[in-house]
T-cell receptor
Framework: EAGVAQSPRYKIIEKRQSVAFWCNPISGHATLYWYQQILGQGPKLLIQ????????DSQLPKDRFSAERLKGVDSTLKIQPAKLEDSAVYLCASSRMGWSREQFFGPGTRLTVL | KQEVTQIPAALSVPEGENLVLNCSFTDSAIYNLQWFRQDPGKGLTSLLLIQSSQREQTSGRLNASLDKSSGRSTLYIAASQPGDSATYLCAVRRTEETSGSRLTFGEGTQLTVNP
């Protein structure tokens, strides 16, 4: 079974620019998560989707971050405009339906904001 | 608010040693606890998942225990190998369904096993 796919793997942008990340979850996984991992810290959940509906976005900085999951499969996470403090690894994870299910993570996208 | 702490932050051991990584959490109302491994530049690999009703889980040379009442978990690695070098993260999931299945992570223990 193919794992969680993410692209790009690396991105360097200037502050105030926009950037978008893409995630393709494991086939059949209804739940998709985006996490932010700042260097030296554990991942922090930004947003969770169940199919194409948002379950939890309480930690998403909505003034600059947005995410969508059209058709309940792929998802994109956008930052507009980026700040220096957004430099981090953005991890996508997926799990089967049900909030207790084990999460499987993609390789992440490393974002550097200059 | 749930807080997860991992001690030590870094650990260096010679090959062959048995070792213990510690994880503590402030809110004992958890549904389960998961241990992950993270290699440099890579995503997270799930190692073990312990439900709140369980006391331990084993996979190969790894054994994870859970004491929910005291808010502690340990990951025991037997006969460590250089390939075990990585950052180990623990994460807890809350019980309230309205909070979704958010995992709260610790900051990790960076393990180095020297040949």
């Amino acid at each position: 079974e193919a794992g969680v796919a993410q692209s790009p793997r690396y991105k360097i942008i200037e502050k105030r620019q926009s950037v978008a990340f893409w995630c393709n979850p494991i086939s059949g996984h209804a739940t998709l998560y985006w996490y932010q991992q700042i260097l030296g810290q554990g991942p922090k959940l930004l947003i969770q989707f169940q199919n194409n509906g948002v379950v939890d976005d309480s930690q998403l900085p909505k003034d600059r971050f947005s995410a969508e999951r059209l058709k309940g499969v792929d998802s994109t996470l956008k930052i507009q405009p980026a700040k220096l403090e957004d430099s981090a690894v953005y991890l996508c994870a997926s799990s089967r339906m049900g909030w207790s299910r084990e999460q499987f993570f993609g390789p992440g996208t490393r974002l550097t904001v200059l | 608010k749930q807080e997860v702490t991992q001690i030590p932050a870094a650990l260096s051991v010679p090959e062959g040693e048995n070792l213990v990584l510690n994880c503590s959490f402030t809110d004992s109302a958890i549904y389960n606890l998961q241990w992950f491994r993270q290699d440099p530049g890579k995503g997270l690999t799930s190692l073990l998942l312990i439900q709140s009703s369980q006391r331990e889980q084993t996979s190969g040379r790894l054994n994870a225990s859970l004491d929910k009442s005291s808010g502690r978990s340990t990951l025991y690695i037997a006969a460590s190998q250089p390939g075990d070098s990585a950052t180990y993260l623990c994460a807890v999931r809350r019980t309230e369904e309205t909070s979704g299945s958010r995992l709260t992570f610790g900051e990790g223990t960076q393990l180095t096993v020297n040949p």
